[in-house]
T-cell receptor
Framework: EDQVTQSPEALRLQEGESSSLNCSYT??????LFWYRQDPGKGPEFLFT???AGEEKEKERLKATLTKKESFLHITAPKPEDSATYLC????????FGAGTTVTVRA | NAGVTQTPKFRILKIGQSMTLQCTQDMNHNYMYWYRQDPGMGLKLIYYSVGAGITDKGEVPNGYNVSRSTTEDFPLRLELAAPSQTSVYFCASPPPGPPISGSDTQYFGPGTRLTVL
């Protein structure tokens, strides 16, 4: 059974304080790893897809990287609007999600 | 192109009542999924469908039923509501294969918040 573990559960940052979120996974046949952003009361919003070890994707202050066992979501110089829960999911014809990391950025 | 729509947005049920959560997508996608999300937890897959007439159980199917008579609709049925089914339910419909980076398509519906008392 696919397993996805995210850490830390919660992250409180000062505006401008860069940090990283971790997503470790065990899956029999990884066909993709995805990062989503979820704001309170809303459905997950797709951010990135990573397919193979060594791949990196960037979007504004976010950069996602992938190894054979884990993925990192780096937040560079975060702003308060980056506050959200970030979900990681692995894809093997269906998505298996981690519990998420709730990021709070203080001004 | 509305993407994925869900109704209702909120619902309160009494124990033992039944209801159907509606999910519709206008993207002509074959794949559709139902997830539940409990506080502080990740999304758990309830049921999924790879096309009209085809459904399969996910990780937590007990207490739920689904049907897929059309490509557009994938309703989720709760027959005998229990407090353990209090959760937020999300319907999703990605395109064939993994999502495409940079796409603006919202693959997840806005969710249905269900409380069973």
């Amino acid at each position: 059974e696919d397993q996805v573990t995210q850490s830390p559960e919660a992250l409180r940052l000062q505006e401008g304080e860069s940090s990283s979120l971790n997503c470790s996974y065990t899956v029999s046949g990884l066909r993709g790893l995805f990062w989503y952003r979820q704001d309170p009361g809303k459905g997950p919003e797709f951010l990135f897809t990573l397919y193979s070890a060594g791949e990196e994707k960037e979007k504004e202050r976010l950069k996602a990287t992938l190894t054979k066992k884990e993925s990192f979501l780096h937040i560079t110089a975060p702003k308060p609007e980056d506050s959200a829960t970030y979900l990681c999911a692995v894809y093997d014809y269906k998505l298996s999600f981690g519990a998420g990391t709730t990021v709070t950025v203080r001004a | 192109n509305a993407g994925v729509t869900q109704t209702p947005k909120f619902r309160i049920l009494k124990i033992g009542q039944s209801m159907t959560l509606q999910c519709t997508q206008d993207m002509n996608h074959n794949y559709m999924y139902w997830y539940r999300q409990d506080p502080g937890m990740g999304l758990k897959l309830i049921y999924y469908s790879v096309g009209a007439g085809i459904t399969d159980k996910g990780e937590v199917p007990n207490g739920y039923n689904v049907s897929r008579s059309t490509t557009e609709d994938f309703p989720l049925r709760l027959e005998l509501a229990a407090p353990s089914q209090t959760s937020v339910y999300f319907c999703a419909s990605p395109p064939p294969g993994p999502p495409i980076s940079g796409s603006d398509t919202q693959y997840f519906g806005p969710g249905t918040r269900l409380t069973v008392l």
